[in-house]
């Protein structure tokens, strides 16, 4: 069983679409399950209309503790991430899962190997995303392209999900370390990604770019 994993904060004019498509990309014994991280905006009711089941939040608590929530929740064996502001693709979903195979724990969706459409990414966060990725490959002797890449899959036996932390959009780099920690093997494989739908992102440059880069290095003190 596949759980698509979905964390939103006011997304009503995206998310239908992104569950529509979601669902689309499954079969009838996967499940869809957003998390409504506090929105004011309508996002559970436009989730449910389109056929997800919704988990709310009282308050809008971050990305990272709203990820965490989704997972306790679901039921899948094997959990897929995507955003919810109609950035990535849900027809690649499949990509992703048909790469999962025997000797694979997670697949990242890497933005950087495959295709930014126009308005996809500033230039300030795509070199940011991109150094991001050289501290964890120098940290960590890996050779990924995108280790902050939201579209991801992976093995929920791959995660220890008691000693998941992160609050913001460090939930990134926690879930790859738990996989590479475990002695996991991480693969990527190209994805398109498109502009936002509507609004903006959530994302603080100084201060998640911070969270993340302390968590990178934190996770070299683990035994």
Not at 124 to 141: A, E, M, P, Q, W
């Amino acid at each position: 069983m596949v759980s698509v994993v979905m964390a939103a904060f006011n997304e009503a004019p995206a998310i239908g679409r992104v569950v529509t498509g979601v669902l689309n990309a499954l079969t009838d014994a996967d499940e869809v399950l957003v998390v409504d991280d506090g929105s004011t905006d309508g996002t559970h009711e436009a989730a449910m209309t389109a056929g997800a089941r919704v988990l709310r939040l009282g308050s809008n608590r971050g990305k990272g503790e709203a990820l965490r929530a989704g997972i306790r929740e679901s039921a899948g064996e094997v959990l897929v991430f995507i955003d919810a502001d109609g950035q990535d693709d849900p027809s690649e979903i499949p990509v992703l899962l048909e790469a999962l195979d025997g000797d694979t724990d997670m697949v990242i969706g890497s933005r950087f190997s495959g295709r930014l459409l126009d308005g996809a990414i500033t230039g300030v966060n795509r070199v940011g995303n991109l150094f991001l990725t050289r501290v964890f490959n120098i940290l960590y002797g890996t050779g990924l392209t995108d280790t902050q890449a939201g579209f991801r899959a992976v093995r929920r036996e791959a995660l220890d999900l008691g000693r998941l932390r992160a609050r913001r959009y460090e939930i990134e780099t926690e879930l790859t370390l738990h996989v590479i920690r475990g002695g996991g093997r991480v693969k990527e494989v190209p994805v398109t990604r498109g502009p936002r739908d509507h609004g903006k992102s959530g994302f603080i440059r100084a201060w998640d770019g911070m969270r993340i880069l302390a968590r990178m290095f934190s996770g070299r003190l683990v035994s």
